[in-house]
């Protein structure tokens, strides 16, 4: 006869995820929704839908999420506006955690949540985070660059044809970029109209921290517009800021000073026109800042030039 050998338990299954969408700009930022399993979730502006957002962009019956064990999907229901998944109008599509859905003005994201046993099917009470957000001055969009990167804030609003000014605010700086049915026209920083807009749009993209605000569209005249489209200005900054991260190690900080090296050892006539030019500007201004807003020359090649005449020694570091 066999031993008998007592029944071993069955080994733990691993519970599925459990998501919700954090709500992470606009009038319901702050706010969640949690995802019940085997759900479909209808979203729009609607009084009795699953998910209310009461805004003028929301269709009265906007969007559709669908919840299985395994898979969640989006399914736009005919918008006027649209719906967007990472800048991308959809008709259907599979959402993935981390991914951000565009509704009106509200940017949201799919994010994983703790799960609990019974997790609340009832509708968010979205309303009320909106009433704590209110003040007297409300704007389209807020958030943080730290949660929305900005070139995704760009795209989104690129393809959904946005216009405005989007604010960008850091302790140290401001940024405006201007945005006329998607496209990015103009861009300062702190005001200053005399730098090149294709520079302020480089030097804002490289902030991780900070918040933005989407403002209403300014009626106003700039020295100088950008003609390429939001997609091909994003191309040629993020070309000039991978060259920019490799230059600016061999460089002191934007806001440094730096002059001409006294002694003068090395000789003025070795140098190009080019670099000529940044010496002048060296001479007249003393800061790495104003030089390169100085400069006809991008922020790279400047900043190129600077390199190369410290290590000849041209400058020196203050």
Known sequence: MEPQFPKMPPPPTKAAKQFALRFISG?????????????EIVVGRSSELDMVLVEDMVSRRHAKITVSPTEIFIEDLGSTNGTFVNGEKIKRTRLNEGDRVLIGTSIIKLVAVEATSAPDPAKANLEEVAQGRRTSQVRTMSGAIDEVPLPDLLQLFGTSKKSGVLVVRTEADIGRLYLDKGRLVYASVNDNLEVAPMKS????LQWEHGTFD???????QFPQTMDMSTEGILMEAFRQLDEIKRVSADIPDLHAAISLAMPLIPALKDLSPAELDVVQLVFNYGHIEAVLNKAQASDLDTMTVIAKLLKSGYFRRE
């Open 27 to 39: 009038k319901y930022q702050g706010g969640e929704f949690p995802l019940p399993r085997n759900k």
């Open 201 to 204: 749009v480089i030097r804002i």
């Open 214 to 220: 989407m403002d209403p569209p300014e009626e106003r």
